[in-house]
Each structure stands twice: as C-alpha cells, then as structure tokens.
C-alpha cells in the first residue's frame, strides 16, 4: 500500500461529481463537520457510554466519548502525518490532512451502536442466535441471506451501514463521506462469515460490494475473496488506539466521580503508568492542587497525553509493517512493559468492579428486555404485514427504513436499522407504550 492512493478525497456516491485533485486539502474537514451536524451523531447524547445516563452526576454518554476520541485520534494523526512528510518530502500525499481524517473517522465510530451500551449489540445477537427470532434462520439462509450478520451483530459494521447505505429518500452514497474517512472506521475488514461466532466484523453483506470498491480504489491488500477479508487500512490503527485510550481512562475518572472506586485507588492506577522522574514530576504537581477532582484530571490528560506519544511512536516505528499489511495485533497492545502493565491494571480494576457494578448490569439487564420485546414485535410484524396489529406497528417505522423488501433478509434488517438508530430514552418510551405501560398524555 502506498500513501499516495491511500489518502483520497474521493467521495462515495459522487465519484461521478468529483475531482479527486480539487479540494482535496479540506475535504476531509468537511467529513467532520458533515457529521457534526447530523441526526445520528446527535442521537449519540442519548445512549449509553458503560454507565446509565447521568442524573446529579454527569459520566460519558456516546456523544461525549465519541468527542474525545475525535480529539486524542487528531492528535496521534497530527503527530504521525508531521513525521510521515519529513520521511517522505517529495510524496503529493496529503500528511498534513491525516489529522482530519482520523478525528473524522473516530466522531463516527460509534454511530451504529445501538441503546443501552454493548448490551445493545449482545441483545440483538442473542435474540437471533438464542432468541425469538432463532427461527427466522432456515427462511433467511434459504432466500440466500447472511445469518451470521445477525446472530454476530457489530456495531462498527452497522456504522458503515448507516454512512453508506441509501436509505429511502436519500442521497445516493448515503453521507458521501470520502473514501480514506470510510476505510478508516472499518476495525475488522472481514465478512461475518469470518468473524467466528463473534461480534467483529467490518461489513454485512448489504455493504460488501461497496467496501471492496472503496479498498480497491484506495489499494487496500485483499487477503480473501470469499470470504471477503482485507487487511486494514493503516489509520485504521490509530482510530482504533484513540478509542482504547479514551475508553479505559475515563472509565476510571467516571468511576471515581460515581464513587465506585476511591481518590488514593484511582491516583495509584493513574501514577502506575509513569517512572522515575515523570512520576515524580505527577507527584509533585499533585500536592500543588487541594481539589480531588482536579488531581484526577490532572493525571487522566497526563496519562493521555503518554499514550498519545506511545502510540504514535509505535505507528511510526510499524510503519513499513503496516503498510504491507503485517502489523499484528494494536498499537495499545504493544506499548512499552511499564505502560502496558499499568493499563493492563485499569482493565483489570474496571473489568471487576466498573463494568460489574449494579448500576451497569441493571442498564444491561433492561436493554436486554427492552430490545428484544421490540424486536420480536416488529420482526413479528415485517413477516405478517396484513395483521391488524402489525399495519400499526409498521406505521411507527419511518418511511426512510424499507420494511417492505423483497427478502425477508432485508425486511430483518430495515427493523434492526430502525431499533439500532433509538436512543435509550426513546427504546424506553416505545416499549412502555407498545406494552400499554405508557400512554399519550391527552
């Protein structure tokens, strides 16, 4: 792979309107503001990060997370695009713009979560795979569908799905985002059918063709045919280290607002990642500040702000590696012993007492419930669209999700499109609703 054909402007669905040369230096900057602005992204508000939405306390919900992770991913593509141009002077590739694509591509890597955290993505897999709508298989698989897109469902994938796909009355190429922004999202450039039962994979069948066309143009290494696989596209990396760095420290300063874990735990969590004179710089410049919150601040950014140089560094040193698609594993997973031991402690801690803690199974327990009721309901009704009942079922999906297509695949889809794209509080008030638990005040 070569930076040059790797970094295009290029816009999906408007091949035929662009100059790939024009522009190029700020078309990327458009990606972002595109969206900034949209629907989905807004909807972020309202979803779950790992804690329940916030009532005195404010913690991360998607939207926030996604902003940070835009933030710490243009840092690492400023970082690297800086260093890229002083090893290759003379290249016409843009480095300059790999900040913007990066920050782009991270705003956007969590739209297609569904409500209620990954609780969300388990609750639609599971009701395919255990559920309800276990049955469906045999009819899906018979029409030539893709089950495992499904039962592995994969929220990085249905965020490509949402950027790509024409929905009705739409424009065509969906967001028209450019090419390098869209590649970048894509943590797993494989098919379901190759995912192994688990919920990572890039695209669903729906998008195949479209992601080959786009990794084809950019020269993305194919590794399979059937099944699709490529190898990653390079900034994909560093996407991926901002949303692995942002997660598991703010994870923490979220669990310290919320009291689950203490101010001297959280401190030697945070100072277990720097040595020798860099602790006892943090060390020093903690007994300057009285306020408890603001010591953990402090050292959350001091924290981001080393794995922000950690991680940059290793893409440069991997660079080579990368670009011949042989670079194994993360760039999170092979920081330096001191760094990746205390990171390894944040997951540790988190795994046992953040992500177990009451609040966050009770917010797993009622997504469970929630999405599964609405997606038997309405999977019900795409399959029995004469009933009564269902005509006033399928009335409450906007027109935009195609309930009426020619494959029972694509009908499961349009009502996944629709459930995935909900907020929580929404989910919520249309299953208390649907139930009669809830009514419209008159």
């Known amino acids: 792979m070569d930076w040059e054909r790797l970094l295009s402007a290029k816009r999906f669905g408007m091949e035929h309107?662009?100059?790939?040369?024009?522009?190029?230096?700020?078309?990327?900057?458009?990606?972002?503001?595109?969206?900034?602005?949209?629907?989905?992204?807004?909807?972020?508000?309202?979803?779950?990060?790992?804690?329940?939405?916030?009532?005195?306390?404010?913690?991360?919900?998607?939207?926030?997370?996604?902003?940070?992770?835009?933030?710490?991913?243009?840092?690492?593509?400023?970082?690297?695009?800086r260093e890229l141009r002083k090893k290759y002077p003379g290249s016409e590739a843009h480095f300059e713009e790999i900040g913007s694509i990066v920050a782009a591509a991270c705003l956007a890597h969590d739209m297609g979560n569904p409500p209620f955290g990954h609780s969300g993505e388990k609750a639609i897999s599971t009701f395919f795979s255990e559920g309800k709508g276990a049955f469906l298989k045999g009819e899906v698989e018979q029409e030539g569908g893709r089950w495992s897109d499904f039962t592995c469902f994969e929220g990085n994938a249905n965020a490509i799905r949402l950027l790509m796909h024409q929905f009705r009355g739409r424009r065509e190429g969906g967001f028209a985002m450019t090419y390098s922004t869209l590649a970048s999202i894509v943590k797993y450039p494989y098919s379901s059918e190759l995912s192994g039962g688990k919920n990572k994979f890039g695209f669903f069948a729906s998008e195949e063709d479209d992601y080959r066309q786009i990794a084809e143009d950019l020269g993305v290494a194919k590794q399979n045919e059937y099944p699709l696989r490529f190898v990653r596209y390079p900034l994909v990396y560093l996407v991926e280290a901002a949303d692995d760095i942002c997660y598991q420290v703010m994870d923490i300063e979220d669990a310290h607002k919320l009291r689950l874990l203490t101010t001297e735990k959280a401190i030697e969590l945070f100072l277990g990642f720097f040595e020798g004179e860099s602790r006892e710089r943090c060390v020093r410049i903690l007994s300057y500040v009285t306020d408890v919150n603001e010591q953990i601040a402090y050292l959350r950014s001091a924290v981001i702000g080393l794995l922000v140089g950690e991680c940059s560094a290793l893409f440069l040193a991997n660079e080579?590696?990368?670009?011949?698609?042989?670079?194994?594993?993360?760039?999170?997973?092979n920081v330096s012993p001191v760094i990746a031991k205390?990171?390894?402690?944040?997951?540790?801690?988190?795994?046992?007492?953040?992500?177990?803690?009451?609040?966050?199974?009770?917010?797993?327990?009622?997504?469970?419930?929630?999405?599964?009721?609405?997606?038997?309901?309405?999977?019900?009704?795409?399959?029995?669209?004469?009933?009564?009942?269902s005509k006033l079922l399928l009335d409450r999906i906007p027109e935009q999700y195609e309930t009426d297509s020619t494959t029972l695949y694509g009908k499961t889809q349009s009502v996944i499109d629709y459930i995935s794209g909900m907020t929580d509080v929404y989910a919520l008030d249309l299953y208390r609703k649907i139930t009669g638990m809830g009514l419209p005040v008159v």
């Open 342 to 389: 205390a990171y390894g402690r944040c997951a540790e801690f988190a795994l046992q007492y953040i992500y177990r803690s009451k609040d966050v199974l009770d917010i797993e327990l009622a997504g469970y419930r929630i999405i599964g009721y609405l997606l038997d309901v309405f999977t019900d009704a795409i399959r029995n669209p004469q009933h009564a009942y």
């Open 17 to 81: 309107y662009e100059n790939a040369k024009k522009h190029e230096r700020t078309e990327y900057q458009r990606d972002y503001d595109r969206l900034i602005f949209s629907s989905p992204f807004r909807r972020l508000q309202n979803k779950t990060q790992v804690f329940p939405l916030p009532g005195s306390i404010f913690v991360h919900n998607r939207l926030t997370h996604s902003l940070e992770v835009a933030s710490v991913g243009r840092s690492m593509g400023e970082n690297v695009g």
């Open 320 to 333: 080579e590696q990368i670009l011949a698609g042989e670079f194994s594993g993360t760039l999170i997973g």
